[in-house]
T-cell receptor, first 113, second 114 residues
């Protein structure tokens, strides 16, 4: 069974640009979560998508947005990039009869110069 | 909302020693407490979890204890090995709209010296 995949592995942008990150969940999982992991701050919850809808969002500004496609893959968009957006962005999926267990992808390392 | 405090931030032990990582949470509605291990450059992976109706759970060399009254839970690793070196995250969550969105602690960097 393939795990959660994310692309790209690394992304380098300059301040003010937009970044798009992608995630494919485990087959059969309908929920996708996005987290920001900045150095020393643990995992901060960004967004939760389920069945194509945004179900919840963390304490982040509106320039962090995303969507979930009919095949349950997801996209995270970060507009007007700021230096402090540099972090590892992790995607996780859950589903089936273990909705509480989240399986993480390898992450996308975003660097904003 | 939920707030999770995790201590210590760094823990250094000798191979074979035990390691204990402690977390406290604030929301009494939290009822699911997973622990994740993140090795350097890798994704977080669930290593053990506990629900609020259970006080202790063991899986080989790792165990987790939960004190609901005091709102704290701990990870215990016995007979540590160098491959246990990683960052460990605790989390607390409760069912919300059909899913569990965990609030994570800031992590503990465990270093096991051979």
């Amino acid at each position: 069974e393939a795990g959660v995949t994310q692309s790209p592995t690394h992304l380098i942008k300059t301040r003010g640009q937009q970044a798009t990150l992608r995630c494919s969940p485990i087959s059969g999982h309908t929920s996708v979560y996005w987290y920001q992991q900045a150095l020393g701050l643990g995992l901060q919850f960004l967004l939760w998508y389920d069945e194509g809808e945004e179900r919840n969002r963390g304490n982040f500004p509106p320039r962090f947005s995303g969507r979930q496609f009919p095949n349950y893959s997801s996209e995270l968009n970060v507009n007007a990039l700021e230096l402090e957006d540099s972090a590892l962005y992790l995607c996780a999926s859950s589903g089936g009869n273990k909705v509480h267990e989240q399986f993480f992808g390898p992450g996308t390392r975003l660097t904003v110069l | 909302g939920e707030n999770v405090e995790q201590h210590p931030s760094t823990l250094s032990v000798q191979e074979g020693d035990s390691a204990v990582i402690k977390c406290t949470y604030s929301d009494s509605a939290s009822n699911y407490f997973p622990w994740y291990k993140q090795e350097l450059g890798k994704r977080p992976q669930l290593i053990i979890d506990i629900r609020s109706n259970v006080g202790e759970k063991k899986d080989q060399r790792i165990a987790v204890t939960l004190n609901k009254t005091a709102k704290h839970f701990s990870l215990h690793i016995t007979e540590t090995q160098p491959e246990d070196s990683a960052v460990y995250f605790c989390a607390a969550s409760s069912a919300s709209g059909g899913s569990y969105i965990p609030t994570f602690g800031r992590g503990t960097s465990l270093i096991v010296h051979p």
